[in-house]
């Protein structure tokens, strides 16, 4: 069975830094892009970060451009954000995804994580 | 604001059916394909349809999708109180270096 499993979420003071990670499991992790995606409370979906089945391919979004930095070990099966200098509206839940395929465009995400929660505030 | 506009809600009666636009631009919907979302308050999104009308194995025949110009639908046909959820769209925008945009997402109430 195709899981991902996030963790790392949790209280952040403003300005402050944290790493999340993603364990993924029952797919060959080193041939599928994947990606980040939170939802803030009471929000919708936004795209933050994806990364292609090497790591040599990465995209951000302007929101997080220059402070989250995604990244993954394939000896691992691992995904990972390192999110910096952070703001109260990095508030969210977020998800880890893989892609169909090695590329994250185009084809949209097919297996989502459970999520984990990062609450910046001081 | 959302690249890709929903409605904000639908409602519909079960054994019904019920359609969720998705209106997008010419740099995603109008070149790339589509996929929707379906999630569940508290959980995690679902993969329903893929390339506009493709669906994952383990999905019902009773949810369709398609894509027409710079719009997409996703159908919902026999409606049951199970489908009460959050409908998101996504797709790939070319604008700029290219990045993902999602619908705002549309609460449907199965009535």
């Known amino acids: 069975e195709v899981q991902l499993l996030e963790a790392g979420g949790g209280l952040v003071q403003p300005g402050g830094s944290l790493r999340l990670s993603c364990a993924a499991s029952?797919?060959?992790?080193?041939?599928?892009?994947m990606t980040w995606v939170r939802q803030a409370p009471g929000k919708g979906l936004e795209w933050v970060s994806s990364?292609?089945?090497?790591?040599?391919?990465?995209s951000y979004a302007d929101s997080v451009k220059g402070r989250f930095t995604i990244s993954r070990d394939n000896s691992k099966n691992t995904l990972y954000v390192q999110m910096d200098s952070l703001r109260a509206e990095d508030t969210a839940v977020y998800y880890c995804a893989k892609f169909p395929n090695w590329n994250y465009k185009y084809q949209g995400m097919d297996v989502w994580g459970q999520g984990t929660t990062v609450t910046v505030s001081s | 604001q959302s690249v890709l506009t929903q409605p904000p809600s639908a409602s519909e009666t079960p054994g019904q059916r019920v359609t969720i636009t998705c209106s997008g631009s010419s740099s995603n919907i109008g070149i790339n394909t589509v996929s929707w979302y379906q999630q569940v308050p508290g959980t995690a999104p679902r993969l329903l349809i893929y390339?506009?009308?493709q669906r994952p194995s383990g999905i019902p025949d009773r949810f369709s999708g398609s894509r027409s110009g710079t719009s997409a639908s996703l159908a919902i046909s026999g409606l049951q109180s199970e489908d009460e959820a959050d409908y998101f769209c996504?797709?790939?925008?070319?604008?700029?270096?290219?990045?993902?945009?999602f619908g705002g997402g549309t609460k449907l109430t199965v009535l």
């Open positions: 390339s506009d009308d």
């Open positions: 029952g797919f060959t992790f080193s041939t599928y892009a």
């Open positions: 990364i292609t089945a090497s790591g040599g391919s990465t």
């Open positions: 996504a797709v790939w925008d070319d604008s700029l270096n290219g990045h993902w945009v």
